[in-house]
């Protein structure tokens, strides 16, 4: 099971683009968050400072707006017929 999630900014409300994060947590921590947005190339992802996130906006604080359970299948299985 993976968690889909999202950070806004408190200030300006920029949204940094939603990340998957792997594993089955009620919710993710700070440094599976970091990871997760290593990944995101583009102008949205947060700037982390002393471990906390900050909008690349203008430097607000961000807050985890949609967090959701997602079940994540690596390959579609073929649809069986009912006969």
Not at 25 to 32: K, Y
Not at 48 to 53: F, L
Not at 67 to 82: S, T
Request: with cysteine.
């Amino acid at each position: 099971m993976a968690s889909r999630a999202e950070l806004y900014c408190y200030f300006c409300g920029h949204g940094c683009g939603e990340v998957l994060i792997p594993g089955a947590a009620r919710r993710p921590s700070p440094e599976q968050l970091q990871a997760a947005y290593a990944t995101v190339t583009d102008d949205a992802a947060p700037v982390w400072e002393s471990g906390q996130p900050r909008c690349p906006r203008c430097g607000g604080q961000l807050f985890l707006e949609r967090f959701e359970h997602e079940v994540v299948r690596r390959r579609e299985r073929p649809l069986k017929r009912a006969s």
